[in-house]
């Protein structure tokens, strides 16, 4: 399935805190400022009019406020437990000071500050369930549907801007409603829900698709006023055109005449507009002025009308355009010729312009780079190579470090960056060699090898020496009874449907999997002695195997549940403190067989019991 492992749709990074010390934070939803008209940042612009000092008198904010005095800087979430205990608070974050308050999802290391999530459900304009949703939808011919859950610790992160968005949406007579995908897990099912947080579109009761815009106030009311306005825009003025090419991200305008008689071409443009209605960045205008088109007809983008031009208005260092005199189309649609300009030949994958290459159904060469160092060298190779091949692949580069489980899923398992691999339709590996220097010969010699066959794909799973092997140095380590799970053999342990299996899905040649390894060998000893025989226990190295098909991940390491009697995605994450106690409770709270630990410390053999309760009583004396 053409770009399953990058889901990111919904699962590129919010930015804020690091991922260190957690296990399974990260991914999703996304930050203010897709589009040039919002990029300035005005927040109080977006919010319906809620002033900051209105969205602080919410009773759920000044539950969770901090107070200048009470707080306390930090760069990751772990530097919060201390301050958590003594405030009586529940699982603190590291975040932005002003997340709460505005939904800002990216800021400076030195202004983050520890505070409590916020609570599950808190914005929305109704919940809705399987039985509701015909009622709702009927009265409601448009609604955003947001998926989320109370399991799932990320979808907090998002409750501001789902908040502020409410009233302006309402407003707007687009609705934002609220699914609880834990409770609503066959109707979130049948909705093509796996990764959450996710945001539909619903018109007409008609599932309209994933919204893949970012998840922040200003661009889900954006996004409501362009599904409000009329699909094609129609302009009067040359001023009208000039404003309009450069207001969007991308900007399309078509320029026929009535007095052209391309009636049959001016219907495809419509069409291909309301084929790309729902995309968020993507808006469509016409000229039928002749006057307006002899205007232009000087520029260099503009041969003679009946023309489309396409204006693509990432940043304002990043302007470029196409255009086309719509009787030089030749065998190409005019949909087609669009769809293949909406973005850049070589541009960064987000969620805004994934449905684009997932449309095109061809091979993607990813680059994965480390944004802070200087990637104009391997760019502009990269970008040669593009305009040699385009139309047979797409390019597009990451963020190596946000994007780490994508990069090691396509078998780049080193931390050496840049990287590049191929991401194909059929899930086969083909990662660039690291020993091999990324210029634009040996990425010409990469793709040209991919497309003659040339070269061979790497192992989609580990051999069976390999998993022996694994399976020894465990047992030697003290994990006796943990089962090494390969792509082979996934889905026959994984989706038993008499066992609840917890799996660890790793790298084993990353050194975070190294630290995180002696709480899990800890974890899998005490299910062990205290012999809870329903749950099985696994690990799924990604290094050696390639990501199953079914599921997506957020970040490594990260450890997921199939329980029994839900072996269906969205799957369960654990989102907690990489600990054993932690896992251990969570464990028992989402296994389908339900089980009973001795004691409130499970992850404490007797005599370690013994000596803790002891350190307890002395405490407690000092006290």
Known sequence: KLLAVLCLACCLAAGGSSNEGRVGRGG??????????????????????????DRLKDPLVQRIKVSREDEEQCSRDMDCDDWCKERSREGCICRCKGFLEDAVYGCKAENMVCQEPPYPFWGGSFNMTAKTFKSKCKKHPIMLVAFTARSCRHCVDFEPAYKWATPQLDELGIPLARVDVDVEKDFSRDMGISTMPAVKVVENCKDKGLYKGYHSPSAFVSY???LLANTVTTLTSVEEVQD????????????????DGYEDEEEEFREAAESLRFSNNVYFATVKAKAISSHFEGEKWFKKAPAIVVFRNFDLHDRDLDSVVVTELADMSVQEWISKRTVRLVDEVTGTNFAYYESLRIPMLLLFVNKTADNSAVLKDFKAVARFYQGKVSFGYLDGRLHATRKIALGLTDDLLPAMAFNTLTGALYPFPSWKKLDQRNIKEHVEGFLTGRLQPSQASATDEEVKAAQQQAEKDGAVGLIEITRKNFNQICMDEFFDVMVLFYSASAQVTRDFWPYWKKTVERFRALKIDTLKIGRYDLSRNQLPDSLELDSLPSIVMFPARDKSPPHKMFHGKAKVRPIMLWAQEVASIKFEFPNDTPHLDDEQRKAYLVQIKERDERV
Do not use: C, Q, T, W
């Open 244 to 259: 309009f090419s450069i207001k969007h991200n991308v900007s399309v305008i078509s320029f026929f005449s009535k007095a």
């Open 224 to 226: 409501a006023n362009k």
């Open 28 to 53: 999703g939803g996304g930050r203010p400022g897709e589009d040039s008209a919002s990029a300035a940042g005005d927040m109080d612009g977006f919010l319906g009019g809620l002033s900051r000092e």
